[in-house]
């Protein structure tokens, strides 16, 4: 089977479509995305073969070109490909100050359709899920009836943090994990020199017929807090500054002397 031919078939099958169907034309929009993008790298790694740097291919006839060491037209193309993974070390971000009482508040979402995520014969030695899954995630897993449904529940959630939290941007997948307390609640966890560490981050993971999501909320310690809505609504009076802060709520008020009664007032009052 010639290259072309091999290629055909692989995106053909991360497209989900007939191998005859796919054309030069043909659109590889639906593989730009983050697992999209994981998926074709594999592939390409499995024929033996990669992209040059720089660009990636929009359709399968600049894909070809390109890995035939033809010059792609430039509408062929994307924006450059991202640097190689690296872990660099954690550090919160900093806090940035906002009027609306959610100073420093970030969140980011992730969704993907489950059917993307490539079957396997076995999780624990399919270089995708080797490459992209922690051991403990593997091992959750592969216990749950669709094992594919949690890994891509696993994948939105490494997703989200890093839409959430730069800090993760070039983090690798493998190094970033989701474990499940006592209760079953997911948290996610960074690999370090001295071992995991639990981060604290907020994390939620759902799951439909044929797509997962996450959501991950992380609010840095020194962002202030935010302010409640009906302390908005209703602000607490002024105390004069004289007065001990608590001294509206620690004792009695002292009676105060009614003050002289001047003018049009005293003399209506005087009779």
């Given at each position: 089977m010639s290259q072309t031919e091999e290629?055909?078939?692989?995106f053909a099958t991360m497209?989900?479509?007939?191998?005859e169907t796919l054309v030069p034309e043909t659109s590889l929009a639906a593989l730009d995305t983050s697992l999209g993008g994981a998926k074709v790298s594999l592939g390409l790694k499995r024929l033996g073969v990669a992209l040059p740097s720089g660009f990636r291919p929009t359709t399968f006839g600049a894909m070809v070109a390109a890995l035939s060491g033809e010059p792609p037209a430039k509408s062929d193309t994307t924006s450059p490909a991202t640097k190689p993974a690296q872990t660099p070390v954690y550090s919160a971000p900093q806090a940035a100050v906002e009027p609306n009482g959610l100073s420093g508040l970030s969140v980011g979402l992730d969704i993907e359709d489950i059917r993307s995520l490539p079957l396997a014969d076995d999780y624990w030695e399919?270089?995708?899920?080797?490459?992209?899954?922690?051991?403990s995630e593997v091992a959750y897993a592969v216990l749950q009836t669709d094992p594919r449904t949690h890994f891509a529940g696993f994948w939105c959630a490494k997703e989200a943090l890093r839409k959430c939290d730069h800090t993760f941007a070039e983090v690798r997948q493998v190094s970033t994990a989701v474990v499940h307390d006592s209760d079953g609640r997911p948290f996610l966890t960074l690999d370090t020199e001295t071992g995991p560490v639990?981060?604290?981050?907020?994390?939620?993971?759902?799951?439909?017929?044929e797509l997962a999501t996450a959501i991950v909320v992380w609010v840095p310690p020194s962002a202030p807090a935010p302010m409640k809505l009906d302390a908005i609504e209703n602000p607490a009076p002024e105390v004069a500054e004289s007065a001990p802060a608590s001294s509206a709520f620690l004792s009695?008020?002292?009676?105060?002397?009614?003050?002289?009664?001047?003018?049009?007032?005293a003399r209506l009052f005087a009779r």
């Open positions: 290629l055909r078939h692989m497209l989900r479509v007939p191998p399919d270089e995708f899920y080797r490459g992209n899954f922690s051991r639990r981060l604290p981050h907020a994390l939620s993971i759902s799951h439909a017929a009695s008020p002292e009676p105060t002397a009614t003050p002289k009664k001047t003018g049009v007032l």
